[in-house]
């Protein structure tokens, strides 16, 4: 699903909260609230609810609005206009951490930012659907599926019935899902979705009930003759219509049932039945439930032509067979610049309405290529007002549909390569230029404020990805300049910056953008690729492929790699965790597989886990199928088959919690120490540092770890640094990380004998945290990377060009 940009250089800024009246839109009242009150010159506050006051153009204000209901904008992120047309579409920001989006003057490198009142956890939107209806439509839908109610935090926007007022199950209703097999049918999960939208009291649209795709393998293989297939049809949609009669407002009973030159599609029921299988399933539906509106839903209608006009002739010729059909769905799966205007759009709506039925936006989605840059976010804004204005313009349509509200949800990456970022919010849920055009569609007003406040900026030189200048003056381009984290480490005196990698990150074109730039990483640890389930799957037959490619890569680049890693009691495959070996077998195994990896990349890893996680939290030793059969001395065996098969590897013991000292660090003071008096090689410690936000020990805590662990002689690494926190994100938990971020690398500084560090993936887009500790992620830099930035430095500095978080791009998730 989704990559999107970091605000990498923001928290540089010495941001100071101006004392100001409230600006246009800003919210000035509500429960809970404790800004100001006052709103600008030319503004009044207006109670919209207990929760929630707004600074509205007053009576004399030359800002024309719909109505008192139809003007609500973001708080934290109202829009503002900017003077050139390569600068992003900008917002002010409520907070002093998250996003710091800009007003241009010039180029894009050239920002500003507003911080006009205190953090707060949720922004304060626009309320489509009140927005909607106040326009003359019916709702403002989204489209939901059971995963995503799942998600805490992505739920928030999803009960928010201001802001959504009608909901299609993406996935649950389709046939695939409801009758996997004949005549058996499942509705629990499609249950539970129209459970918590009858909750909110929103309009449901089934979805659907005859699709060519995602059908059972029954269906399409079946071989049924007309008459059986008829039957089995009919059955279909009488059973889904009949078991949600009185919940679903109306029914998509026919998906995309044409091609693009108008003639029938190809599918399993028009081969069979021919096109009167359509009848059937809108007589089926009709004779179900009378009351259900009964609709046909295609793409590409939006551009008119041969398919629109199909349907054209189809409500028609339904019509004229006495056939109920009561509306065209139009999906408008869109291209970020090639959306027909807004006239266009409203003549297709108004050709469909002209044969008497409703037309509905129903799965509203538009798409960019990747990497995101601002002049595709302006042109996506235009592109979604000229959808929904013309949806408003045309009496016949009766409300637009969004394809999820979220790019973490979006369905375009695994489709369309190299695409994505379709949908109004980020993948941090965070509104983009585009939601505020569907608000100015809706309400018919484009308002305009302007950024005030000024950056306090230090004297340090201004960093750029390749060199070190006093000035930034980029205009716009498609990678933001990012702070050269291994040559600030390297200055810093330390060995690299490091990030973890795996293959199909590398298959990932816009990912690999940063995992390419050699100034922002010097080090690679390969996740899971050098591992034993992925190394030698069966005993005795190794597979390196995999591994192989990234060890290519990553020389390629001239990177430094870790080998990660040898011995671990997680991710064996069964014939080792379940092999019932003896004492001597099992060695035997362990030294085949040691000697087998480290041989086959001797001289091209710097560094090897040789064991992973051997400890548990008291000091003691870890069960696992080593320590059970071997003994602690299985941990010696290893090392000396690595030092044996390279003997100028450096060779590491790898864990976790060892940042809080303690009985589990002091377990590994003691292991290095015996087995050197054992005549063991073992170069290093590392410290995986999967840390907590607010958890994380100070910078003298750590430093004093650290210290610890390099007084053995051995070198010290942090080795897989996240920093994970409970959603949802707040302003107040992004400036904690930031602090903890700063409070580890700084320990490294500080520390002589701690020689770099290595996050566990740069991107929130493929964090393992979500996977593991449920409701917690958000662990990668965004603010907290410019802390690690003036560690390196020693102090303070200004970057000119601040990244926007941009949906579909880097850094978050």
């Known amino acids: 699903m989704k990559v999107v940009s970091v605000a990498f250089a923001a928290t540089l800024f010495s941001l100071q909260t101006v004392q100001a009246a409230v600006p246009l839109w800003g919210q000035c009242g509500g429960v809970v609230y404790t800004g100001d009150v006052t709103c600008t010159s030319g503004a009044i506050c207006q109670k919209w609810n207990d929760w929630f006051s707004q600074c509205i153009p007053g009576p004399t204000s030359t800002s024309s609005i719909r109505s008192s209901t139809s003007t609500l904008k973001s708080t934290s992120t109202s829009k503002t206009s900017s003077t050139t047309s390569v600068s992003r579409t900008t917002v002010t920001s409520s907070s002093t951490v998250s996003r710091t989006t800009v007003t241009s003057t010039s180029t894009v490198s050239r920002t500003s930012t507003t911080v006009s009142s205190s953090a707060s956890a949720t922004p304060t939107l626009a309320p489509l659907h009140d927005l909607a209806k106040a326009a003359g439509k019916q709702y403002f839908g989204v489209a939901v599926d059971t995963n995503e109610l799942a998600n805490a935090t992505y739920k928030v926007l999803l009960d928010n019935t201001h802001l959504f007022g009608q909901i299609t199950p993406g996935n649950k209703m389709k046939w695939d899902a409801t009758e996997p097999s004949q005549g058996t049918f499942t509705f ?256 018919g007003t484009t308002t305009t404020t302007s950024s005030t406040t000024s950056i306090s900026t230090s004297t340090t030189s201004v960093i750029s990805s390749t060199s070190t200048s006093s000035s930034s003056s980029t205009s716009a381009s498609a990678t933001p300049t990012l702070a050269p984290l291994n040559d600030l480490a390297k200055a810093a005196g330390k060995q690299y910056f490091g990030v973890a990698v795996d293959s199909h990150e590398l298959a990932n074109a816009t990912y690999r953008v940063l995992l390419d730039n050699t100034h922002l990483f010097g080090q690679i640890t390969p996740g899971n690729k050098m591992k034993w389930d992925a190394t030698e799957p069966s005993r005795g037959t190794f597979t390196f492929s995999a591994a192989d490619a990234l060890v290519t890569w990553a020389q390629g680049n001239g990177y430094e790699i870790r080998g990660h890693t040898l011995v671990w009691h997680s991710q064996l495959p069964s014939w080792v965790s379940s092999g019932g070996f003896d004492n001597a077998t099992l060695v035997s195994i362990l030294e085949n597989h040691v000697t087998n990896l480290v041989t086959h990349f001797k001289g091209s890893i710097k560094t090897w886990d040789v064991v992973n996680e051997i400890f548990n939290e008291d000091g003691t030793f870890r069960t696992s199928v080593f320590y059970t059969t071997i003994g602690e001395y299985y941990v010696d065996i290893a090392f000396r088959a690595a030092a044996a098969a390279d003997p100028n590897v450096r060779l590491a013991a790898n864990d976790y919690n060892l940042d809080y000292g303690g009985a589990k660090m002091q377990a590994y003071v003691t292991l290095v120490n015996t087995l050197k008096s054992r005549g063991v090689k073992i170069t290093q410690i590392g410290s995986q540092s999967h840390l907590i936000v607010g958890s994380t020990p100070s910078q003298n805590s750590l430093a004093n770890v650290f210290a610890t662990l390099a007084a053995t002689g051995v070198e010290v690494a942090v080795t897989e640094l996240d920093i994970r926190m409970t959603l949802p994100v707040t302003d107040a938990l992004l400036a904690q990380q930031k602090k903890d971020y700063y409070n580890v690398v700084a320990a490294c500084v500080q520390t002589s004998g701690c020689i770099g560090v290595t996050i566990w993936a740069y991107s929130d887009y493929y964090s393992w945290i979500p996977s593991v500790f449920s409701g917690q992620v958000y662990k990668c830099p965004r603010p907290l990377a410019p802390m690690i930035f003036t560690q390196f430095t020693g102090g303070r500095s200004s970057i000119r060009r601040i990244p926007t978080t941009q949906a579909g791009f880097l850094w978050n998730c």
């Open 188 to 443: 629990s999960a499609a249950d539970a979705l129209v459970t918590w939208a009858q909750g909110n009291g929103y309009q449901i649209r089934g979805h659907t009930l005859v699709w060519h795709s995602q059908l059972p393998s029954w269906v399409t293989s079946g071989a049924f003759s007309n008459a059986t297939l008829v039957s089995i049809l009919g059955n279909h949609v009488t059973n889904l219509v009949t078991h949600f009669k009185g919940s679903v407002k109306t029914w998509d009973v026919v998906n995309e049932i044409f091609n693009e030159d108008g003639t029938f599609r190809t599918s399993v029921f028009y081969t069979t039945i021919g096109e009167t299988y359509v009848d059937i399933a809108f007589r089926a539906a009709a004779a179900a439930d009378p009351d259900v509106g009964l609709a046909a839903n295609d793409y590409n209608l939006d551009y008119g032509g041969a398919k629109m006009q199909a349907y054209v002739t189809l409500v028609n010729t339904l019509k004229s067979r006495g056939v109920k059909i009561t509306q065209i769905g139009s999906q408008s799966h869109l291209i970020v610049g090639s959306t027909p205007s807004q006239s266009s759009l409203a003549n297709v709506f108004a050709t469909l309405a002209a044969t008497g039925v409703e037309v509905a936006v129903t799965e509203l989605d538009i798409r960019m290529t990747l990497p995101v840059t601002d002049a595709l976010l302006a042109q996506q804004k235009k592109d979604y007002y000229n959808v929904v204005a013309a949806c408003v313009q045309t009496s016949g349509c009766i409300g637009v549909t969004i394809w999820a509200y979220s790019d973490y949800y979006s369905w375009i990456p695994s489709v369309f390569s190299g695409q994505g970022a379709a949908l109004p919010f980020d993948e941090y849920l965070q509104p983009k230029p585009a939601f505020y055009g569907i608000a100015e569609a809706l309400t």
